[in-house]
């Protein structure tokens, strides 16, 4: 069974533009992690926020984690065509051996 | 170095053939899992192993599912007597060592399973 649930499940934007999707669980976890997915295929690897971190950044990511909220959010910036695809968010549960659990996606489409 | 890879990339095979996918994890990561992916969902566990061993078996849906791992590098995941509702992507992850807390996972291209 999946435990992340994702919002919104689909986004479209212009290029240039913010874009935000949200993350929720519902355990207590040792990290988050975001991942990008294009055509159904191979899942890559954006960025991990362990459980006491609150935000971090990569290049135009940025990740906040709320572990009382249980909730994430991953902030694309100055969007591009070229980010269009899915994203997951999936967590490593504690005591779990690091096994992931992912949500649903979010399916962001950025329009030229 | 090369990173996770999985053969075949695409299976069709007919409804109760038996059907083995293997996965080569990146080199010297212990850790592997396997993940399923139905069209419009995000992946689902199935399996980890950390080294030779199973440690995690829970999200194999049935007994007609069964990994192995038997020198701790390449995996193969094997489905007997596949069914129509096995259609999916099948995912194969690695990672240095199960239980870090930075366990970051690599994905390899995945497994396009059809069963007709």
């Known amino acids: 069974s999946q435990q992340g649930e994702e919002d919104p499940q689909a986004l479209s934007i212009q290029e240039g533009e913010n874009a935000t999707m949200n993350c929720s669980y519902k355990?207590?976890?040792?990290?988050l992690q975001w991942y990008r997915q294009n055509s159904g295929r191979g899942l890559v690897h954006l960025i991990l926020?362990?459980?006491?971190?609150r935000e971090k950044h990569s290049g135009r990511l940025r990740v906040t984690l709320d572990t009382s909220k249980k909730s994430s959010s991953l902030l694309i910036t100055a969007s591009r065509a070229a980010d269009t695809a899915s994203y997951f968010c999936?967590?490593?549960?504690?005591?779990?051996?690091?096994?992931?659990?992912f949500g649903q996606g979010t399916e962001l489409s950025v329009k030229p | 170095g090369a990173g996770v890879s999985q053969t075949p990339s695409n299976k069709v095979t007919e409804k109760g053939k038996y059907v083995e996918l293997r996965c080569d994890p990146i080199?010297?990561?212990?850790?592997l899992y396997w993940y399923r992916q139905s069209l419009g969902q995000g992946p689902e566990f199935l399996i980890y192993?950390?080294?030779?061993?199973?440690?995690?078996d829970s999200g194999l849906p049935n007994d007609r599912f069964f990994a192995v791992r038997p020198e701790g590098s390449v995996s193969t995941l094997k489905i007997q007597r596949t069914e129509r509702g096995d259609s999916a992507v099948y995912l194969c992850?690695?990672?240095?060592?199960?239980?870090?807390?930075?366990?970051?996972?690599?994905f390899g291209p995945g497994t396009r399973l059809t069963v007709l």
């Open positions: 992850a690695s990672s240095l060592e199960s239980g870090l807390a930075d366990n970051e996972q690599f």
């Open positions: 355990t207590s976890i040792n990290n």
């Open positions: 926020i362990r459980s006491n971190e």
């Open positions: 999936a967590t490593d549960e504690m005591n779990l051996g690091g096994k992931l659990i």
């Open positions: 080199s010297g990561h212990t850790a």
């Open positions: 192993f950390q080294g030779t061993g199973a440690a995690d």
